[in-house]
T-cell receptor, first 115, second 113 residues
Framework: DTEVTQTPKHLVMGMTNKKSLKCEQH?????MYWYKQKAKKPPELMFV???????INESVPSRFSPECPNSSLLNLHLHALQPEDSALYLC??????????????FGAGSRLTVL | AQSVAQPEDQVNVAEGNPLTVKCTYS??????LFWYVQYPNRGLQFLLK??????LVKGSYGFEAEFNKSQTSFHLKKPSALVSDSALYFC???????????FGTGTQLKVEL
């Protein structure tokens, strides 16, 4: 299995809702990432987990809460989002994090619309 | 700060012609450089990387890139473009001591018949 699977593919939520994005990989990768991507823009790093521990938080607002229950799963919990948070959220994984030339494998993304 | 720049927002090429997508880098020390491609409504796919060694790097789908230290460039090339190559291409560099992959602004490649 060489894929990163993200669910749901599309999500529409109101500003008072609580929802979660899920990401799963079975490649034995020990680093997992959340990126946010606006249309026609480059992905922006949000969080990095390495060996199930949060190693990087790019000053992301607390309304985004990551969770890594085990080495194969990565969640992004969403609460009280703003319309400007509407974007494509990409999950990625790599064999390890701090090893130099990591190649990231990306999922297809979850497209989030906040009303 | 370590960064990459993609000077062209869009590149148009006729099918069968060679294509080049430009990337320049600003890095202290040895750069770790990557190219990724994104098709509509999809995640990014890895094409190739330069770490060290041969300046000409071959990657997936017939793409290659040339690392040029004197010009601080890492341009993506393909000898003969296909309509199916039409996509958004991102150059990227490892930053933060190898902790972060930082992307360029992206170049939209359009290959026409």
């Amino acid at each position: 299995d060489t894929e990163v699977t993200q669910t749901p593919k599309h999500l529409v939520m109101g500003m008072t809702n609580k929802k979660s994005l899920k990401c799963e990989q079975h490649m034995g990768h020990r680093a997992m990432y959340w990126y946010k991507q606006k249309a026609k823009k480059p992905p922006e790093l949000m969080f990095v987990y390495s060996y199930e521990k949060l190693s990087i938080n790019e000053s992301v607002p607390s309304r985004f809460s990551p969770e890594c229950p085990n080495s194969s799963l990565l969640n992004l919990h969403l609460h009280a989002l703003q319309p400007e948070d509407s974007a494509l959220y990409l999950c990625a994984s790599s064999q390890t994090h701090v090893s130099g030339a990591n190649v990231l494998t990306f999922g297809a993304g979850s497209r989030l619309t906040v009303l | 700060a370590q960064s990459v720049a993609q000077p062209e927002d869009q590149v148009n090429v006729a099918e069968g012609n060679p294509l080049t997508v430009k990337c320049t880098y600003s890095v202290s020390g040895n750069p770790y450089l990557f190219w990724y491609v994104q098709y509509p409504n999809r995640g990014l796919q890895f094409l190739l990387k330069y770490i060290t060694g041969d300046n000409l790097v071959k990657g997936s789908y017939g793409f290659e890139a040339e690392f040029n230290k004197s010009q601080t460039s890492f341009h993506l090339k393909k000898p003969s473009a296909l309509v199916s190559d039409s996509a958004l291409y991102f150059c990227a560099v490892l930053t933060g001591g190898g902790n972060k992959l930082t992307f360029g602004t992206g170049t939209q490649l359009k290959v026409e018949l």
